[in-house]
């Protein structure tokens, strides 16, 4: 379940919490893996939120760039 973080790309990342949300909503979740579930799904939205800052990072100074040339 855990892949190498630095190579994850935004898609997977959501790819995988959508499939732990899945079984998180599953009624025989125990809540052993439900802790489990929760902390993965913290280590892939702080993924997602991090590939989206960047992107919006960079997204920001192509549009400068753009509006200067």
């Known amino acids: 379940m855990e892949e190498n973080n630095q190579s994850m790309t935004y898609t997977e ?12 909503q599953d009624p025989q979740c125990s809540i ?13 939205l702080e993924i997602c939120r ?9 997204l920001k100074q192509i549009l400068d760039t753009l509006q200067q040339g």
Do not use: F, G, I, P
Request: hydrophobic residues 30%; aromatic residues 2%; glycine residues 0%.
């Open 13 to 24: 990342a959501v790819t995988e919490l959508e499939q732990l949300v899945q079984k998180m």
């Open 32 to 44: 052993d893996n439900l802790t489990d579930y929760t902390k993965r799904s913290k280590q892939l």
């Open 50 to 58: 991090s590939k989206l800052t960047v992107a919006d990072e960079q």
